[in-house]
């Protein structure tokens, strides 16, 4: 069992974009937090079999450090000229 690191983003329309962020070219959708994760496990097991079916290397998270980074904000400018 392998687990990756999925980021899920609110959609201005509704439901949310799950990304993996190890695998860029696995982006999935879904109406749901719940619904959006099924999606991206199903991805990531179809894509895990493509790769296995090929003899090529499986990606995995280990080693990866996962952080935040907090920056300023920038100011506001004035729009009056």
């Known amino acids: 069992m392998r687990k ?3 980021i ?7 439901g949310y974009s799950a ?5 860029p070219e696995c982006t999935t959708q879904g109406d749901t937090v719940e619904e ?5 496990r199903d991805l990531l097991e179809g894509y895990l079999e ?3 079916e090929h ?3 499986v990606p995995s998270e280990e080693g990866l450090l996962i952080a ?5 904000e ?4 004035s729009q009056n000229r």
Not at 8 to 14: A, K, Q
Not at 19 to 23: D, H, I, Q, S, T
Not at 36 to 40: D, N, Q, V
């Open 50 to 52: 493509v790769k296995a």
């Open 36 to 40: 959006a994760l099924e999606m991206a």
């Open 68 to 72: 935040s980074v907090e920056v300023k």
């Open 19 to 23: 990304v993996v962020p190890l695998l």
């Open 8 to 14: 899920l983003i609110p959609e201005n329309t509704g």
């Open 74 to 77: 920038p100011a506001i400018v």
């Open 4 to 6: 990756y690191t999925v």
């Open 55 to 57: 003899n090529e290397a």
